[in-house]
């Protein structure tokens, strides 16, 4: 099993109502999983977030935190409701309404990895998943509110960022009003997990070095921004998706030349982000 099922980095001195996070980022597979798989170690790793997690560990220097999870997206997706349970992959699971993502073997417990690959050989007991769910997915979500509940009652608001990556193919026919293909996706649900003026805010700091930006195209954000975006009660939750092919090679899901460039900008920006207000005001830099 893997060892925990989150890590926080903390600010020394949390000076922020930005709460960072990085749900498919964790990398710890044990033995015991992959000798369960038909995939071999690099493509069981191909719809995991590689390195999300060090593109965003400057946060607490800019007095946010950052979570980030332990176990891999192929054992437990975080960004998934707990009740979204493939009865394709686990015995005793009711076929309900039709769920898309679940459909596509894409549940709480994973049944495929990126372009449809297979994980496992057979079905899963319905106690493995709920165990699965219990150790890894419930501490991961109750530290997230946590978090959350924190930076409202410290600042009167709190603003999630779900930090993820995403494949180059998924934006090659995706083009903003520039023409240009999106390199960072932002997802507020369509206005519904965020307020406009917090979007509106994150867009310009992307926009403002250097990124081509688009919105909910192709990705609006999932179970994540749906079930903590709640801009009536000051608290938003915005999906950042950033093209993997600026910082590593998907194939081989190695770093290349591009990742300590990015680093560097996204530290820029994450300064920017780390002032995020929900209320009007502006936008401020560390």
Same mark, same amino acid.
């Given at each position: 099993?893997?060892? /925990?099922?989150?890590?926080?980095?903390?600010?020394?001195?949390?000076? !922020?109502?930005?709460?960072?996070?990085?749900?498919? /980022?964790?990398?710890?597979?044990?033995?015991?999983?992959?000798?369960?798989?038909?995939?071999?170690?690099?493509?069981?790793?191909?719809?995991?977030?590689?390195?999300?997690?060090?593109?965003?560990?400057?946060?607490?220097?800019?007095?946010?935190?950052?979570?980030?999870?332990?176990?891999?997206?192929?054992?437990?997706?975080?960004?998934?409701?707990?009740?979204?349970?493939? %009865?394709?992959?686990?015995?005793?699971?009711?076929?309900?309404?039709?769920? %898309?993502?679940?459909?596509?073997?894409?549940?709480?417990?994973?049944?495929?990895?990126?372009?449809?690959?297979?994980?496992?050989?057979?079905?899963? /007991?319905?106690?493995?998943?709920?165990?699965?769910?219990?150790?890894?997915?419930?501490?991961?979500?109750?530290?997230?509110?946590?978090?959350?509940?924190?930076?409202?009652?410290?600042?009167? #608001?709190?603003?999630?960022?779900?930090? *993820? /990556?995403?494949?180059?193919?998924?934006?090659?026919?995706?083009?903003?009003?520039?023409?240009?293909?999106?390199?960072?996706?932002?997802?507020?649900?369509?206005?519904?997990?965020?307020?406009? *003026?917090?979007?509106?805010?994150?867009?310009?700091?992307?926009?403002?070095?250097?990124?081509?930006? !688009?919105?909910?195209?192709?990705?609006?954000?999932?179970?994540?921004?749906? *079930?903590?975006?709640?801009? !009536?009660?000051?608290?938003?939750?915005? #999906?950042?998706?950033?093209?993997?092919?600026?910082?590593?090679?998907?194939?081989?899901?190695?770093?290349?030349?591009?990742?300590?460039?990015?680093?560097?900008?996204?530290?820029?920006?994450?300064?920017?982000?780390?002032?995020?207000?929900?209320?009007?005001?502006?936008?401020?830099?560390?």
């Amino acid at each position: 099993m893997p060892k /925990s099922a989150f890590h926080v980095e903390e600010p020394e001195f949390l000076t !922020s109502c930005v709460v960072f996070a990085s749900p498919h /980022s964790g990398r710890d597979y044990p033995w015991s999983f992959i000798n369960r798989t038909e995939l071999d170690e690099t493509l069981i790793r191909s719809s995991e977030d590689a390195y999300v997690d060090r593109l965003f560990d400057c946060a607490p220097a800019f007095g946010a935190p950052l979570l980030c999870a332990g176990a891999p997206r192929a054992f437990i997706d975080l960004n998934r409701s707990s009740e979204e349970l493939d %009865p394709a992959l686990i015995n005793g699971v009711r076929r309900g309404g039709h769920n %898309p993502r679940v459909a596509s073997g894409l549940g709480v417990v994973p049944r495929v990895v990126a372009n449809g690959r297979a994980i496992y050989r057979g079905k899963m /007991s319905m106690d493995e998943a709920r165990d699965r769910i219990d150790r890894y997915w419930r501490p991961y979500h109750d530290q997230l509110q946590a978090l959350l509940d924190r930076a409202h009652a410290e600042f009167g #608001q709190a603003i999630l960022i779900d930090c *993820h /990556s995403m494949p180059r193919e998924a934006v090659e026919g995706v083009a903003t009003k520039t023409g240009k293909r999106p390199e960072i996706v932002i997802g507020d649900r369509f206005g519904a997990a965020a307020s406009t *003026h917090v979007v509106d805010q994150i867009e310009a700091a992307f926009q403002q070095a250097g990124f081509v930006v !688009s919105r909910n195209a192709p990705f609006a954000g999932a179970f994540i921004t749906q *079930h903590y975006g709640r801009p !009536s009660r000051n608290q938003h939750a915005i #999906q950042i998706e950033i093209d993997r092919s600026l910082y590593m090679e998907e194939a081989s899901i190695m770093p290349h030349a591009g990742f300590r460039q990015l680093r560097q900008t996204l530290r820029n920006v994450i300064a920017m982000l780390s002032g995020l207000s929900g209320k009007n005001q502006q936008l401020a830099a560390e």
